[in-house]
């Protein structure tokens, strides 16, 4: 199976413009994704809209295809991308990294291609909640999975209900799990989804995952033990930094 990946990047973001080419110690954070995104797929693409973000992904050798700014969703900007690409590669599954993502680990790619070995018509990634700050953080999507870790259902409240246990216990009753925002498709799927409307589960919760649940496709879901570090804010920013700096110094 060929797997390639796409790294949809904006320019323009209402908490944070530019952040695709902040600084992370000595190189642009879509250079921290890119490479990163390397280690584990040989075929890597930047799309984006802004010509910055081209000629700084040119400028550290990678490759960058241009795309329409008026995509609502990472999701529509990679379906236009993939349909772009397939001109001069081949591929079976598209693997969408964030753009502001910059220490993903290459094993977190990795376990999105395993999902591939089955049926599975789109993957994604989940972790354990360790903590009851973060098992009722309605910003932290939560998962819940059949047997065979197909996703059932994603919500920004806490699933399952645990009926007759203190809520300050629930974490360590119960083996709860969060959702970690980066998917995996099938090629044709890709193209699929990017033309359904908003369903309305997906308006309830605003998760754009719901549509595809809600139109019966199979989303495979694999644990890992890394935590995503989105960065969203200045403020994050200066968080990836100090991780930076503390790596660097262990």
Same mark, same amino acid.
């Given at each position: !199976?060929?797997?390639?990946?796409? /790294? ?22 879509? #250079? ?14 930047? =799309?984006?809209?802004?010509?910055? %973000? /081209? +000629? ?15 995509? #609502? ?10 349909? %772009? /690409? ?8 598209? %693997? ?10 290459? +094993? ?8 591939? +070995? ?7 990634? /989940?972790?354990?909640?360790? *903590? ?16 065979? !870790?197909?996703?059932?259902?994603? *919500?920004?409240?806490?699933?399952p209900y645990l009926r007759g246990v203190e809520s300050k216990d ?11 925002? !980066?998917? =995996?498709?099938?090629? +044709?799927?890709?193209?699929?989804? =990017? ?33 995503? !570090? ?16 503390? *790596?660097?110094?262990?």
């Amino acid at each position: !199976m060929k797997f390639v990946v796409i /790294i949809p990047a904006r320019f323009q973001s209402t908490r944070f413009p530019g952040k695709p080419l902040a600084v992370i110690g000595d190189k642009p954070m879509i #250079q921290w994704v890119y490479e990163n995104a390397l280690k584990a797929v040989q075929n890597v693409y930047v =799309a984006t809209d802004d010509d910055r %973000i /081209i +000629e700084a992904v040119a400028g550290f050798g990678g490759k960058a295809v241009r795309t329409l700014s008026t995509h #609502q969703s990472g999701t529509d900007r990679c379906a236009e991308a993939a349909r %772009i /690409i397939s001109e001069e590669l081949d591929f079976d599954v598209v %693997i969408n990294v964030q753009g502001d993502e910059p220490f993903i680990k290459a +094993e977190q790619v990795e376990l999105l291609k395993s999902c591939f +070995e089955g049926d599975a018509d789109i993957a994604t990634l /989940i972790k354990k909640i360790d *903590s009851e700050e973060e098992l009722f953080n309605p910003n932290r999507p939560k998962v819940v999975t059949d047997n065979q !870790m197909n996703a059932l259902y994603f *919500s920004r409240s806490t699933i399952p209900y645990l009926r007759g246990v203190e809520s300050k216990d629930w974490h360590v009753s119960h083996n709860f799990w969060a959702h970690i925002g !980066m998917y =995996a498709y099938r090629a +044709e799927v890709l193209q699929k989804i =990017a033309l359904l409307p908003p369903g309305n589960l997906e308006k309830a919760e605003s998760l754009e995952q719901l549509r595809w649940l809600e139109n019966g496709l199979k989303i495979k879901t694999a644990v890992t033990e890394h935590q995503s !570090m989105g960065i969203d804010t200045p403020e994050d920013l200066l968080n990836a930094l100090q991780l930076l700096k503390k *790596s660097a110094v262990n």
